[in-house]
């Protein structure tokens, strides 16, 4: 799954790398508000161990097998910024010791497999365990769920990357088809895998597992004078759901709004370009100034793209509202249930 | 002890490229993969041009040509798609020998072959002539966030001991007549990975205790600094200085 | 040896709870005078390694106190603390967490704000005194385990602590490694707290032992004396390798 140099064109590659840049800065913060002085030992650990484990090859169906890509798994086990900022860590020293993944490819690597999985893992694994009961199972299904979603949603995530530059002409429904068909079943070993390991790791040792912290019992200490029980309840996890909705909220937005308004014209322009000027035809040309215009010219393009722009906002927005409701249903339920 | 190398790139020399700082090899490749990703694809003399580049740092820096070759297998997923999108693309097609072909899917498919081999040949050649602590030390020096740099630090100085541990497990594992079959094996996958996790982190905690044992208090001391003289620079400046010439070149010819 | 105006190292009354409710120390009591070198046995599961993370300030004492050269381990004298007593880890990676031996060596001194030729200097002595000097540039992970032991305690050596604390050192060495280890540390001019369970390295490096079982100092005396009492040593879980007897003097 390690983008190469040359599969997607220089905006997209410089874009995707400033994204990158910008959610490992954000997580560089927040990691250190969670571990401080810890954070350099621990998350370099868990890189390695993420190494590692990229390394398990599952077997899927009979003669397939994939390879845990692991960024929901991190976010469960360690909290979603740490997850970010190893795994990114893993995907550089892959490009750069192990010439595994273009260096300028770097940035769409570290978008799709350290931000897109960790983040919405960790999204849906909250929003399982905070609307579920507080259980060992719920963390289990909640890893589950969050680790299968999180694979395909990454390859769809390439999939739209490809629609606004990719370097091939293919049609691309057919990429989110078999990105998408493949990246179903390698999302279900994936959960399957992180839910057993998050499960195996809750059984030995439940106060290494960050998504599990709200299951901690209070502790009691035996002293000299007797058992004393700690006071200070068991810490929720930190890093809660809000900035991540509101970030990942923002970016579905703006990928919905952007790619719409610009992707409109990207199919079949590949054709039309190849079709117009043959040979010369080059993949720099995707800039806005040579998008075609032919296939629009009745309709008028601006006001199609815009509208297709719109309605992508609006079909995000949507999303997120109707989610949103059920999930707050959901929780007023489970409250009203604890209050009775 | 630590055998778990097989994987590792870095081949040891003293050669021009050798001793070249880091941080101007690692602008130096990343310049020279940017430059090869913004050349007109139908430019074919720049990408014979830039291969004849990389075969002249490999040869300065006694990198044989079968070790580069050896590595280049990580690109092969790739090179398979590479090789499908003239099947499978769209737009006007062009019979060859009996299989009809798409024409851009043909232009898009040598595209990527083309970028992504000489990207990867590059990062191959970076790797195998720098250390891979020189490379921290590099990326230390363009001021990359300190904070990743330890941990890429860490990474790097725990994935053998951690490979090591995954390898034991295994070996455990198929000693005890395990083998990884089908989808009822994953359980015990994840049951490794689990232990794996809990070794990993409690060496984490371990490795935290032995730095504050030794007076760490959340800074890491830099203890070696490297500068690189203008003419280093200006060495490893060649290579991304010809490609980019060459970039530029092809683009005002087509 | 004869005992100094101020002893290195103080422990009265410790106790300490884990955060998980297991409670491992019930009130140590010790004393270790300068120069002498002490073994801390016990069985696994004594308390041992509590106690060590107690003498550098990793773990905060519960009850009682720890002193280094007369200096109470506190917040505000950990820095000083940490430079005084040097802890030598079981597993030697994970004390090795550098790049190289020599950046490795350098971090203890670095941290104390030491550089250049100075520093060079430290980390240099440091090696020589474990006869690893020429390891210098290696990278941890290539060297043998017994090395990686020897430069482990050369890290700890480059602070130029008050009292060099071991953990378990002679586990998993063969025994040439063992051995060269052992030349190694008689040379050395610290105070010594070695904790083991390997009774005949204790017996080959210390004059002295104590016995921690069950979270208190069971037994304090001449190690000669601890080892050839049987019935001491089995009511604390120790025994001695097969064939191995100590007469009693």
């Known amino acids: 799954m390690h983008v190469p140099d040359g599969f997607f064109n220089a905006p997209v590659s410089v874009a995707a790398g400033a994204f990158a840049a910008a959610g490992v800065a954000v997580c560089l913060k927040r990691a250190r508000n969670e571990l401080n002085d810890r954070t350099a030992p621990m998350a370099g650990l868990v890189a390695a161990f993420i190494f590692a484990v990229q390394m398990l090859n599952f077997p899927v169906a009979a003669g397939t097998s994939g390879h845990l890509l692991g960024g929901a798994l991190a976010a469960i086990l360690v909290g979603p910024y740490t997850a970010v900022l190893c795994v990114a860590v893993v995907l550089l020293v892959q490009g750069f010791f192990f010439a595994d993944g273009g260096l300028t490819a770097l940035g769409i690597n570290i978008t799709l497999m350290a931000v897109v999985t960790s983040v919405v893992g960790w999204a849906v694994f909250r929003l399982i365990t905070r609307a579920a009961p507080r259980s060992r199972g719920a963390v289990v299904a909640g890893s589950f769920v969050a680790a299968a979603v999180s694979v395909p949603v990454s390859a769809l995530a390439f999939t739209l990357l490809f629609w606004i530059g990719g370097t091939a002409p293919i049609d691309v429904a057919a990429v989110a088809a078999a990105m998408g068909g493949v990246h179903v079943l390698i999302g279900l070993g994936e959960g399957l895998i992180t839910a057993l390991t998050v499960s195996s790791v809750l059984a030995v040792r439940p106060d290494l597992v960050y998504g599990a912290a709200g299951l901690r019992r209070n502790l009691v200490l035996r002293t000299a004078d007797g058992e004393v029980p700690v006071e200070e309840p068991a810490p929720a996890p930190k890093g809660g759901l809000r900035p991540i909705l509101v970030g990942g909220g923002l970016i579905a937005v703006l990928l919905a709004g952007v790619v719409s308004f610009y992707a409109s014209g990207s199919p079949d322009g590949l054709e039309r370009v190849a079709a117009d000027k043959g040979f010369n035809a080059g993949e720099q040309e995707s800039g806005v100034a040579n998008w075609p215009l032919a296939d629009y010219a009745v309709k008028g393009v601006e006001n199609e793209r815009l509208s297709l722009g719109v309605a992508g906002v609006a079909g995000v927005g949507l999303t997120v509202v109707a989610g949103g409701a059920v999930f707050y249903a959901v929780r007023r339920r489970n409250r009203v249930k604890a209050d009775a | 002890m630590s055998a778990g190398h097989h994987h590792q790139l870095y081949r040891p020399g003293d050669t021009v490229v050798h001793r070249l700082p880091p941080q101007c090899k690692l602008l130096a490749a990343a310049g020279f993969a940017v430059a090869v990703v913004a050349t007109p694809r139908e430019s074919f003399w720049a990408f014979a041009a830039y291969a004849v580049m990389l075969a002249a740092v490999a040869a300065a820096g006694r990198v044989p040509p079968g070790f580069v070759l050896r590595r280049m297998v990580i690109e092969v997923p790739f090179v398979l798609f590479a090789v499908a999108i003239p099947i499978i693309g769209l737009g006007e097609r062009v019979e060859v020998l009996g299989v009809s072909l798409s024409v851009e899917g043909l232009w898009a498919g040598w595209n990527i072959l083309a970028k992504a081999t000489l990207g990867v040949v590059a990062s191959i050649l970076l790797a195998a002539t720098t250390e891979p602590r020189m490379m921290l030390l590099g990326a230390q020096r363009l001021r990359l966030p300190q904070l990743l740099v330890q941990i890429a630090m860490f990474m790097l100085r725990y994935m053998d001991v951690i490979m090591d541990e995954m390898r034991r497990m295994r070996v455990a594992r198929e000693s005890r007549g395990f083998v990884a079959r089908d989808v009822r094996q994953i359980p015990v996958l994840a049951k490794s990975a689990g232990a794996l996790f809990i070794r990993s982190y409690e060496r984490g905690e371990r490795v935290h205790l032995a730095m504050l044992s030794r007076g760490y208090t959340g800074e890491m001391p830099i203890i070696r600094d490297m500068s690189a003289s203008l003419r280093q620079w200006g060495a490893a400046g060649l290579l991304p200085g010809l490609a980019a010439a060459t970039a530029v070149l092809s683009w005002s010819l087509t | ?249």
């Open chain 3, 1 to 249: 040896m004869t005992s100094h105006p101020v002893p290195s190292l103080e422990v009265s009354g410790l106790a300490y709870a884990y955060p998980d409710g297991t409670q491992a120390l019930f009130g140590v009591d010790l004393t270790i005078g300068r120069g002498e070198r002490v073994a801390l046995l016990g069985p696994n599961g004594a308390g041992k390694t509590t106690l060590v993370m107690h003498l550098n300030g990793i773990l905060a004492a519960g009850h009682g106190s720890v002193r280094v050269a007369g200096l109470d381990v506190r917040a505000d004298t950990m820095k000083e603390i940490r430079r005084r007593v040097g802890l030598v880890f079981q597993d030697p990676d994970d004390q090795l967490f550098m790049p190289t031996v020599r950046e490795d060596v350098a971090f203890g001194p670095a941290n104390l704000g030491m550089r250049g030729a100075e520093l060079d200097s430290r980390v240099r002595d440091a090696l020589e005194r474990v006869g690893m000097l020429d390891a210098i540039d290696r990278p941890p992970h290539h060297l043998s385990f017994g090395q990686r032991r020897r430069v482990a305690v050369a890290t700890v050596l480059a602070m130029e602590p008050e009292i060099l604390v071991l953990d378990e050192p002679s586990s998993n060495l063969d025994p040439a490694a063992r051995r060269e280890l052992a030349e190694i540390l008689r040379k050395l001019d610290v105070t010594v707290l070695m904790v083991t369970h390997d009774l005949p390295y204790a017996l080959e490096l210390c004059e002295r032992s104590l016995i921690l079982s069950a979270g208190v100092i069971a037994a304090d005396a001449p190690t000669r004396d601890l080892l050839s009492d049987a019935d001491l040593l089995s009511a604390h879980r120790l025994e001695l390798p097969y064939g191995f007897a100590v007469p009693a003097v």
